[in-house]
């Protein structure tokens, strides 16, 4: 018995989330990791490759959120504030 790896990928074929699980098949909560990487710019709405948030779907706490500079350098990481 092992892991399995998957790689979901968007219409633009960049991959946009990651999930392992023990099984071969993946059912909606079932993975030991789950990511969601959003390619989508938060001010203008495109999509220009660059990752502006992981959002850890098993833990929100661990989600990330990025912000990039003029030259599309990384100015900031951090993690996403949550609150119960």
Known sequence: MG???FTHQNN???ADGFSVTASP???CG??????????QDPTTGGNNGNVWNISNL???NRSQVFDYDKL???????EQAVTE
């Open 25 to 27: 098949t993946l059912t």
């Open 12 to 14: 633009r074929l960049q």
């Open 58 to 60: 098993l833990n929100d």
């Open 30 to 39: 079932s993975g030991l990791m789950q990511l969601k990487l959003g390619m």
């Open 3 to 5: 892991l399995y790896e």
């Open 72 to 78: 599309n350098r990384i100015a900031s990481a951090r």
